[in-house]
């Protein structure tokens, strides 16, 4: 053969129209709907909540104060609670820690921030990293069988929800956050109402 470079560019150029070809006339495959649940957490950007509607009610869950004391998430029914899943290992949970730390000296008893250490060896990993922040006014929590992880369905960390006074899940917010700055409070604050003026403003606004 003279020219067999050019035959097999050919042949090469053949298939692949006639792949092109075959695949134009296959029926077209409509992506799958969304879910209920993805629907309810699409994101709504870096830093934002995404809404639960309707809210679902907060697991049942346990932990214990950094001194072993146990503590429940339904003891602070009735309070605006901000749970926070974090761990040491975790490079966005440090970097956000601090502004978590400011927004709870900034909203004071009207927000109750719970930061949940998810760290496997408890106060021993927790109390050298607090105590290098040197945070003041946030109240460090600790779940070294990763409790809630399970309970919330966790995919990563950082993780946080906000919880109502009824006990029910309002928003999540998945990945670390300018918790301090004032976008983020003031999108806070309508929750932080008795009642919550909910139909005037939203977090993801």
């Known amino acids: 053969m003279k020219h067999p470079i050019r035959t097999i560019t050919l042949v090469l150029c053949l298939a692949g129209l006639g792949a092109l070809v075959a695949h134009r006339s296959a029926p077209f495959a409509a992506p799958a709907a969304p879910s209920a649940a993805s629907r309810q957490l699409e994101a709504a950007g870096e830093g934002e909540f995404s809404l639960l509607d309707p809210p679902r009610p907060a697991p049942e869950l346990g932990f214990t104060t ?38 709870q000296a900034k909203l004071g008893p009207a927000l109750t921030v719970l930061a949940i250490s ?49 006990g029910r899940v309002r928003a999540m917010l998945e990945g670390s956050a300018d918790w301090d700055n004032p976008a983020m409070i003031a999108r806070l604050k309508p929750y932080l109402e008795t009642p919550p003026r909910l139909e005037k403003t939203s977090l993801t606004r």
């Open 118 to 166: 998810e760290d496997r060896s408890g106060e021993s990993a927790v109390a050298p990293f607090l105590e290098k922040l040197k945070l003041r006014h946030l109240a460090v929590y600790l779940d070294p069988k990763n409790g809630a992880i399970k309970a919330f369905g966790v995919q990563g960390l950082p993780t946080s929800f906000l919880i109502g006074r009824d």
């Open 66 to 103: 950094r001194d072993g004391t146990p503590r429940r998430l339904a003891d602070f029914r009735g309070r605006v609670v901000l749970v926070n899943l974090w761990a040491t290992w975790c490079g966005p949970c440090v970097e956000e820690m601090p502004s978590l730390d400011r927004l």
